[in-house]
């Protein structure tokens, strides 16, 4: 079985910064993409930040430039640097990525269980 686990949610003040971390762990054979997504209450979850395994990078164009996105393949982790923080990017931020499990043989997509990050004005 294979798990995400994210941390390094929490509030911030408009302007301030945070660090997310995903760990993924379990019967993990390869890990082609990672990425972030978020959703905010009310509206449908959207991709903010995507990295490959050879460590190409696509944006939402909403975060370009405040956010950036980098991974460590050797520690099954992608990292989510969060700067110049504002209001509209509170939401619950979920970790995603597409997995080779040696057990079930095929790629899949697996998903955090999502941290929250709230940012006040």
């Known amino acids: 079985q294979v798990q995400l686990v994210e941390s390094g949610g929490g509030l911030v003040q408009a302007g301030g910064s945070l660090r997310l971390s995903c760990i993924a762990s379990?019967?993990?054979?390869?890990?082609?993409?990672m990425g972030w997504y978020r959703q905010a209450p009310g509206k449908q979850r959207e991709l903010v930040a995507a990295?490959?395994?050879?460590?190409?990078?696509n944006y939402a164009d909403s975060v370009k430039g405040r956010f950036t996105i980098s991974r460590d393949n050797a520690k099954n982790t992608v990292y989510l640097q969060m700067n110049n923080l504002k209001p509209e990017d509170t939401a619950v931020y979920y970790c995603?990525?597409?997995?080779?499990?040696?057990?079930?043989?095929?790629?899949?997509?697996?998903w955090g269980q999502g941290t929250q990050v709230t940012v006040s004005s």
């Open positions: 990295i490959t395994s050879r460590g190409s990078t």
């Open positions: 379990g019967s993990i054979f390869s890990i082609n993409a």
């Open positions: 995603n990525a597409e997995i080779l499990d040696f057990i079930v043989g095929v790629n899949s997509d697996y």
